[in-house]
């Protein structure tokens, strides 16, 4: 019988039904060496290998919040005493609040305007709760904005600026945010004030001065178009004079901070 008439050996299959043919077998293990090393899942339950790095364990990651953006606007002033006077005689009414560090930062006195209040009368009105004094509102110093995060919502606010001309009153720290009041002469807000944005304000109020002197009231701009707000705000709140009202300081004593103008 030719070879080409010899029969083919038949395939064995596996015994068990549904198995398949492995191959050849490797050598290696044919000799007796050691089993591979397992899948993934079964090393993790078997144990790492002795000098392998153990794996990271995965953070977990908690979804994020979406924050509520939220506007607020405020108003405020620079009150200068002694306008009609040399620059080196004026001086300007400041609060001083305590941060979460302990230290008394100095700003100028603002807050939120209230409903049927235009930015003008917003300043007149927080200057006065939160300096003891009044004021006349002369011309638009400027605007500040910036962004901050309370409550769990992002808050937009934009605070309009004054330059006021001091007119009477009692320099006091009765206001429950406030720390501390004092008259701060022109030449050092720009050391005394804690914040560049209102450092800058004080410059372009002295050069508003510049022209008051030069030309009087009719050579500053005129104010902008202000619209009283119709809408409550979404922080605004009303705040408390301290409890101890009773003990007012006498007309021209100066005694913790409070007193006349010079």
Request: charged share 30%.
């Amino acid at each position: 019988m030719s070879e080409g008439e010899r029969a083919k050996p038949r395939r064995r299959r596996g015994r068990r039904r549904g198995r398949r043919s492995a191959g050849p077998a490797d050598p290696a293990q044919q000799a007796g060496s050691p089993t591979p090393a397992a899948p993934n899942g079964d090393r993790a339950k078997a144990g790492p290998t002795p000098g392998e790095p153990k794996p990271r364990p995965r953070p977990n990651r908690q979804p994020q919040v979406r924050l509520r953006t939220v506007h607020e606007t405020s108003a405020g002033g620079l009150v200068i005493d002694g306008l009609d006077g040399p620059k080196d005689g004026q001086v300007a009414a400041l609060i001083g609040r305590i941060d979460r560090r302990g230290r008394t930062l100095w700003s100028l006195p603002k807050g939120h305007i209230e409903i049927g209040e235009t930015a003008e009368q917003t300043a007149i009105r927080e200057v006065a709760e939160e300096t003891g004094v009044r004021g006349d509102v002369l011309a638009a110093l400027g605007s500040i904005d910036y962004w901050f995060v309370t409550e769990g919502r992002r808050v937009h606010k934009t605070v309009h600026h004054y330059l006021m001309r001091f007119l009477g009153g009692e320099l006091c720290d009765d206001d429950v945010e406030v720390s501390e009041v004092a008259w701060v002469p022109l030449a050092d807000l720009p050391s005394r004030l804690a914040y560049a944005d209102e450092r800058k304000l004080a410059e372009v109020a002295g050069e508003l001065i510049d022209k008051l002197h030069e030309g009087g009231p009719s050579a500053l701009p005129p104010l902008p178009h202000s619209s009283p707000r119709r809408r409550p705000q979404t922080h605004s709140h009303t705040r408390n004079r301290r409890p101890d009202d009773s003990t007012q300081p006498q007309p021209g004593r100066r005694a913790n901070g409070c007193g006349q103008g010079p």
